[in-house]
């Protein structure tokens, strides 16, 4: 049995939610891209303007994971048609990845975009980035592949699905 715990992360948590970042970003993407692109990107959706806009502008729900009081993750997602959410971010700390974490985040969102009427969940992840076959598992098959510009660099993703009816 688990002793994970989830909250909704309000304008008050965006430190928070940086320095899980900042312990993640790096080990996530420094196979994948450049030093320059990593820092680029992570000024761009993680300065406190940027999560601040998401959160309240942009309608952005993040969810923060926690076990004993130590907080282990984030995701974020939010509604982009009637019936359909994307996942915009999730991440869990190195350390905590292979202990179920990110699997009990990813069904917690699921759980909430249900709720909220959701028949489709997507998401995109870089093409070369192993958490895509943790998606896989998880359900959600790919449905295209999109390049995606990003000031000057590109992300080359693919766009994922899981469907509930």
Known sequence: MTSFAIKTATVEDIPLIITIQEQTWEPTYRQILSWE???YMFALMYSPESLY???????HTFLI???QEKYLGFASFSRVEESVFKLHKI?????S???GSGSYLLEKVEECV?????????LNVNRFN???????????????EEDIAIGPYWMNDYL??????
């Open 97 to 99: 990845q292979g202990t």
């Open 91 to 95: 991440y869990v700390l190195p350390e």
């Open 130 to 144: 192993k958490a895509r076959y943790f998606y896989e598992k998880k359900g959600f098959r790919i449905v295209q």
């Open 114 to 122: 249900r709720e909220l009427g959701a028949e489709r969940l997507t």
């Open 160 to 165: 994922l699905e899981k469907t509930w009816v």
């Open 65 to 67: 994971l926690s076990e």
């Open 37 to 39: 692109q990593i820092d």
């Open 53 to 59: 806009k998401q959160i309240q502008e942009l309608g």
